[in-house]
């Protein structure tokens, strides 16, 4: 348990649902998508200079906490981009071209698909899970408290197959099913609810566990009875302020205290 956080009063199993976001709370795929967004947007700006002369400022670490962290990748790519004053077409539709959207195309859908080739390809090397999530998990398992995943991501499946946790969760909602039912990203609640009410969970009786301050601020929103900030790098007191009950640098801290 952390040195630092004392879980007295925090028990898990006081509440019906356990709602987990994936990437930086179950997989470190978080460094996969940091990697995979610096490499992306430092290649695109570096062109961008290059063809119109304009100076943008180069991308950095903090950009993904402030820009990305938590947010669907198309999101992701129109808040960075508004950052630097860079207006580009949304699709190939929008810029009066036919063919199918693809990875090269200068368009927010391009630059989200061309994140997502380097992070597959990143994510095809192998992940495995963090320790003391697993150990959660383990502790929850014998439990009646339903686990699920609530992630913005498309590739959330995958990532748990890969990490050989798909089949212990009950119920995955990711980026394809909250485009499926017009469910907005976070910080919105929306994904977070409609995990709670197909497992039949009202929200107060629902614990969501974030690392990301968009995802803790949905939580919050969506007045769940317990929101847990996870610190894997955007800092304790920002968790804090976007509105977790309660900070941990692992899941695992909350092991042995039910």
């Known amino acids: 348990m952390s040195d630092t956080t004392d879980l007295t009063g925090y028990d898990l199993t006081a509440y019906d649902a356990v709602l987990f976001d994936l990437d930086g709370v179950i997989t470190p795929t978080a460094d996969l998508h940091r990697a995979a967004w610096s490499a992306m947007f430092t290649d695109f700006f570096a062109g961008w ?21 938590g947010r669907n990748r198309f999101e992701g790519v129109r808040s960075l981009l508004e950052s630097r004053g860079i207006g580009l077409p949304e699709d190939r539709a929008a810029a009066g071209r036919a063919g199918a959207d693809d990875p090269a195309d200068d368009t927010v859908t391009g630059l989200g698909l061309r994140k997502n080739a380097e992070f597959l390809r990143l994510l095809d090397r192998g992940i495995d899970p963090y320790p003391g999530t697993v150990a959660l998990l383990d502790a929850l398992e014998p439990t009646p408290v339903q686990v699920a995943v609530v992630s913005s991501s498309r ?4 990532v748990l197959t890969a990490a050989g946790l798909l089949d212990r969760f009950g119920l995955v909602v990711d980026g394809g099913t909250a485009a499926e039912h017009g469910l907005p990203g976070k910080p919105r609640p929306d994904t ?8 039949g969970v009202p929200r107060d009786r629902a614990v969501v566990v974030e690392d990301a301050t968009s995802g803790v601020a949905a939580g919050r929103a969506g007045s769940f009875g317990l929101v847990v900030g996870v610190d894997r790098g955007a800092g304790r007191q920002a968790l804090l302020d976007a509105g977790a009950d309660v900070v941990v640098a692992d899941p695992g801290d909350f092991v042995g205290t039910f």
């Not at 590739?155 to 995958?158: E, K, V, Y």
């Open 49 to 69: 200079t290059a063809r119109t002369g304009e100076d943008v400022a180069p991308y950095t670490g903090q950009d993904y906490f402030d820009h990305l962290d």
């Open 155 to 158: 590739n959330a499946r995958r």
């Open 192 to 199: 977070y609810a409609y995990a709670a009410a197909v497992l």
